[in-house]
């Protein structure tokens, strides 16, 4: 193969043990990194148009709007139960954000390939240089920056209900934003799920399945005592969903937060590490069960 390289340098390169000069796109290691650059500006690509696509969706608009509302009804509430009012809005607007993200979360989760494979708009993609892999992460990450969007807009009205009912700047306002964090971690491992349980299955099985991961989650403890409590079958049951499930008890601080504690950091750290670790796992299994997956 005719490298460019003329007989002259080929000698002296193989005189002088040097490797010979090739152009740039011809060594190995520009070929890796323009293939690095080219499948994250693809999956940057899909990432923003499923950001689109949600904001399009007037649901994301309604439940945000349900929840500011939902939060000036825990200022008016808070009014009723004179020296509580910073517990009861922590607790009604941190819930409600929970809630509203779980319900956003699996609902669009779940429909993420399922719209693309029912519109056979997949084919389309699929027919570009655009890998099964890349579309799956591209989804996932633009759902998460519209459920991080949400998270803020939910936090800061929880911030500003905090600031009406104490009549100005408080440390208190700042404390909720550790626990929103984790909240928003949580939404991600639940996306994570609902990706891998609609890379093979039917969107409402999906949902359901991805809601039952969400119950048992915050429940890990109960089934770590009924496995050293049970025997036999139902021992090995309890233990393997223990240990497969994603321990969403880390991140229930909600009504610690509604009393003026924070996560330490060691917790918090933790939290998001664990998080982040079983989200890798999530989507690698997702692109791997997808990788099989006939369209036809």
Same mark, same amino acid.
Request: proline share 3%; glycine share 10%.
């Given at each position: &193969?005719?490298?460019? /390289?003329?007989?002259?340098?080929? =000698?002296?390169?193989?005189?002088?043990?040097?490797?010979?000069?090739?152009?740039?796109? #011809?060594?190995?290691?520009?070929?890796?990194?323009?293939?690095?650059?080219? !499948?994250?500006?693809?999956?940057? #690509?899909?990432?923003?148009?499923?950001?689109?696509?949600?904001?399009?969706?007037?649901? $994301?608009?309604? *439940?945000?709007?349900?929840?500011?509302?939902?939060?000036?009804?825990?200022?008016?509430?808070?009014?009723?139960?004179?020296?509580?009012?910073?517990?009861?809005?922590?607790?009604?607007?941190?819930?409600?954000?929970?809630?509203?993200?779980?319900?956003?979360?699996?609902?669009?989760?779940?429909?993420?390939?399922?719209?693309?494979?029912?519109?056979? =708009?997949?084919?389309?993609?699929?027919?570009?240089?655009?890998?099964?892999? %890349?579309? *799956?992460?591209?989804?996932?990450?633009? $759902?998460?920056?519209?459920?991080?969007?949400?998270?803020?807009?939910?936090? #800061?009205?929880?911030?500003?209900? /905090?600031?009406?009912?104490?009549?100005?700047?408080?440390? +208190?306002?700042?404390?909720?934003?550790?626990? +929103?964090?984790?909240?928003?971690? %949580?939404? &991600?491992?639940? +996306?994570?799920?609902?990706?891998?349980?609609?890379?093979?299955?039917?969107?409402?099985? !999906?949902? *359901?399945?991805?809601?039952?991961?969400?119950?048992?989650?915050?429940?890990?403890?109960?089934?770590?005592?009924?496995?050293?409590?049970?025997?036999?079958?139902?021992?090995? $049951?309890?233990?393997?969903?223990?240990?497969? /499930?994603?321990?969403?008890?880390?991140?229930?601080?909600?009504?610690?937060? !509604?009393?003026?504690?924070?996560?330490?950091?060691?917790?918090?750290?933790?939290? +998001?590490?664990?998080?982040?670790?079983?989200?890798?796992? $999530?989507?690698?299994?997702?692109?791997?069960?997808?990788?099989?997956?006939?369209?036809?």
């Amino acid at each position: &193969m005719d490298t460019g /390289l003329s007989t002259r340098e080929e =000698t002296a390169a193989r005189q002088t043990g040097a490797a010979p000069d090739l152009p740039a796109e #011809a060594r190995p290691g520009a070929r890796a990194s323009a293939r690095m650059s080219g !499948s994250l500006s693809r999956v940057a #690509a899909i990432a923003r148009n499923t950001f689109r696509e949600a904001v399009r969706d007037r649901v $994301l608009y309604n *439940l945000v709007l349900f929840v500011l509302i939902l939060t000036g009804g825990a200022v008016f509430l808070g009014e009723l139960s004179a020296a509580q009012e910073t517990k009861i809005i922590i607790d009604m607007g941190l819930s409600a954000a929970l809630l509203f993200g779980v319900f956003i979360a699996i609902f669009v989760g779940v429909g993420l390939v399922y719209k693309e494979i029912e519109r056979r =708009t997949i084919y389309a993609i699929f027919a570009k240089p655009v890998g099964r892999a %890349e579309f *799956l992460l591209g989804k996932y990450l633009g $759902l998460c920056l519209t459920l991080a969007v949400n998270v803020a807009v939910m936090g #800061a009205g929880v911030s500003l209900a /905090l600031l009406y009912v104490r009549g100005g700047w408080s440390p +208190v306002v700042l404390s909720i934003w550790p626990a +929103v964090g984790l909240v928003y971690v %949580e939404l &991600m491992i639940l +996306v994570a799920v609902a990706l891998l349980f609609s890379s093979f299955s039917s969107p409402a099985l !999906s949902a *359901l399945l991805t809601f039952a991961v969400f119950v048992i989650g915050h429940f890990s403890a109960g089934l770590k005592g009924l496995a050293a409590t049970a025997g036999g079958a139902a021992r090995v $049951l309890f233990a393997a969903l223990y240990y497969l /499930l994603p321990n969403l008890s880390n991140y229930a601080y909600i009504t610690a937060a !509604s009393h003026g504690r924070t996560p330490t950091a060691g917790d918090f750290f933790g939290g +998001v590490a664990y998080g982040l670790a079983y989200i890798a796992v $999530l989507l690698a299994a997702s692109a791997l069960v997808f990788q099989r997956r006939n369209f036809k």
